[in-house]
């Protein structure tokens, strides 16, 4: 079983201007079952339209999404909740994200009689098994979103994917809204019910220090395009393509302290505007090393070396 | 040694109506040139001290007890008038989101002017003065710029924007909230570096507050760790982070997942969450969270014992490693 991607794109039309947003621009990737593929990018790379395409919530505009070979459908309400009974999302925000005027065990409860997994008489059971799954402490149950800290309701929301007994879960920045001490938690959370429930994971994030913790393989997005993938062994110790090095070089770390120059080491200029995509590669406006060809020929992934592929044709 | 820019001592804020302690008692300096940074999560306070230095705690909200001593002047004491000759030139900030800050229906020109004009008298020179102002942290075609709304920037170069707004009047110390949190992490390095640049030539103190430890690691000279409205341990960075001797603060870094681990090693969390500062009372504010909490802990509050290289408010520290 796996999640097929291929040559998805996205374009949202602008009614007011009469614009045309590209928000994803032909990204093909699979996800094979039990793997964690990390989706890291700045803001606009399409990260979160790719993890809304990928749940059934966005209608590719061309490519296609399947999974187990059958293509994701939003097209038949029993199709979409089939799809769901496999594939869930979580979202960034816990707190927007969550009913303020409904007990969390209700949140779950009404998860759970949607798939109809669970004889009635038995959901109440069910909510608890899945609070307990997600450590936290049952009595919870009769409390209101705004009585949780931001790392319990995360976990509500983690628990309510998991009442569909999903496959595949898309993380999109489960950790980002979360105080620093509280998002090893749930790090560590979603790991363990990786390994015990064998489930596989998106994580989406703009974080590679947690993208790099949790991933298999990771996916560098950049003007909805993926411009590197490979093992998350290769993407961090063996970058390839100029945006990951400068990806990598801006991520905040604290192994290196009390050095300025490490400032100096940054990416000129701003991300392009999706609405007028640029000409060949779409990182060429920022890139230290383009050449001027590629302002004229988009570079398509090759492959480097046992499936680490770059779109870059300088490296 | 020269005398401190800013020294506070003591410092407590609390609500007014029905008083509740949102921060404790707090004491640190800032030297001339220096930069230092805050690190605290939601609620610890680190806010609030900053905004308290410059008279600008929110409705309902005042200093209860301490003493804010900037260039000579105790600011807790000081009338509004002179604080409002005092801020944007002498202390000037930076928020955490520039689109809310600026005002959204002024252009960037006027905007930029009326923080002359409320110092000083405009004069002939003064439009060249903020272009150049402008053009020092990079903003493109400023002549275009002076004429533009903040929507029409993106959220790094309105950043840009008001840190040319904080910088325009020279000020000693810069007040910095999070400016970064908002931005990419491509851009939030370009701005990093700006800062970091304008503060050496300038020889300007800065307080930098943050909630990421990893932002502030070659940015400043010092660190003050906040844990709910207590300084629970301070110093350089190397010491901070190489050596952290609060319970808290070396369970926060070994929250962080690091560049460097190859072995990928299951990320230590500290479990519970932080007490809310009024509920503290007389105890370590972390002893509930702690794994070295012995009954000594609540049976009293530690003190910040020690110097300005170095100081930590606990009765077990981690010990020298």
């Known amino acids: 079983m796996s999640l097929e991607l291929k040559d998805v794109e996205k374009r949202y039309l602008n009614r007011a201007s009469g614009t045309v947003i590209n928000a994803l621009n032909g990204v093909s990737v699979k996800v094979e079952v039990g793997q964690t593929l990390g989706i890291v990018g700045e803001s606009g790379c399409g990260k979160s339209t790719l993890a809304r395409a990928v749940v059934g919530l966005e209608d590719p505009s061309a490519g296609s999404i399947t999974w187990d070979g059958q293509p994701v459908d939003n097209k038949s309400k029993d199709r979409l909740k089939s799809h769901h009974s496999k594939v869930q999302l979580v979202f960034q925000d816990p707190y927007s994200s969550l009913n303020p005027r409904q007990q969390i065990g209700d949140s779950i409860s009404e998860a759970i009689g949607v798939h109809g997994l669970v004889a009635k008489d038995n959901i109440a059971d069910r909510v608890v098994e899945l609070l307990q799954l997600v450590g936290l402490d049952p009595d919870l149950k009769s409390r209101y979103p705004h009585q949780l800290s931001g790392g319990q309701r995360q976990r509500v929301c983690i628990a309510r994917a998991l009442s569909a007994e999903p496959k595949l879960l898309v993380l999109d920045e489960p950790v980002s809204a979360l105080d620093v001490s509280v998002r090893a938690e749930v790090m560590n959370l979603l790991i363990d019910l990786r390994k015990n429930l064998g489930l596989t994971y998106i994580f989406i994030s703009h974080d590679l220090a947690m993208i790099r913790y949790i991933s298999d393989v990771i996916a560098v997005m950049y003007l909805g395009k993926i411009v590197e993938f490979g093992t998350w062994e290769e993407i961090i110790e063996n970058p390839v393509h100029p945006y990951t090095k400068a990806l990598i070089a801006a991520m905040p770390d604290h192994s290196i302290i009390g050095d300025p120059t490490m400032l100096t080491r940054t990416l000129e200029g701003e991300v392009p505007d999706p609405v007028n995509l640029p000409s060949g590669c779409s990182f060429h406006s920022r890139c230290s090393i383009a050449v001027p060809s590629c302002s004229v020929t988009a570079p398509s992934l090759r492959n480097l070396s046992n499936g680490h592929l770059v779109a870059c044709s300088e490296v | ?321």
Request: glycine residues 8%; hydrophobic residues 40%.
């Open chain 2, 1 to 321: 040694m020269s005398n401190p820019l800013l020294s506070v001592s003591g410092l407590g804020i609390s609500t007014v109506q029905d008083p509740r302690t949102l921060v404790n008692s707090v004491s640190f300096e800032i030297m001339p040139g220096e930069a230092v940074g805050v690190v605290g999560e939601s609620g610890s306070g680190k806010t609030l001290t900053a905004l308290s230095i410059l008279g600008l705690l929110p409705r309902g909200v005042a200093t209860s007890s301490g003493s804010i001593n900037f260039d000579g002047v105790d600011l807790t004491k000081a009338s509004s008038e002179n604080m409002q000759n005092l801020r944007g030139s002498a202390i000037s900030m930076v928020y955490q989101d520039p689109m809310t800050a600026l005002n959204p229906v002024m252009k960037l020109g006027r905007q930029l002017l009326e923080v002359i004009e409320s110092h000083e008298k405009l004069e002939n020179g003064s439009i060249a003065r903020v272009e150049a102002a402008l053009r020092e942290v990079g903003i493109p075609q400023v002549e275009r710029a002076m004429e533009s709304y903040p929507h029409e920037f993106s959220g790094g170069m309105r950043q840009r924007v008001m840190i040319a707004m904080a910088l325009l009047l020279s000020p000693k110390l810069l007040i910095a909230d999070e400016p970064t949190t908002a931005l990419d992490v491509t851009i939030q390095q370009q701005i990093l570096a700006l800062v970091s640049e304008e503060r050496r030539k300038r020889n300007m103190s800065m307080l930098w507050i943050t909630h990421d430890l990893g932002v502030v690691a070659n940015l400043v000279d010092r660190l003050i760790v906040m844990y709910a409205g207590n300084i629970v341990e301070s110093g350089t960075v190397s010491e901070i982070f190489n050596n952290p001797q609060h319970p808290y603060t070396h369970g926060l870094l070994s929250s962080l997942p690091s560049r460097n681990d190859k072995s990928r090693r299951r990320l230590t969390s500290i479990p519970g969450v932080p007490q809310k500062p009024w509920l503290v009372g007389n105890t370590c504010a972390f002893a509930p969270r702690c794994f070295k909490a012995t009954a000594e802990c609540t049976a009293s509050a530690p003190e910040l014992i020690g110097k300005l290289e170095k100081a930590v408010a606990c009765f077990h520290p981690m010990g020298d490693k």
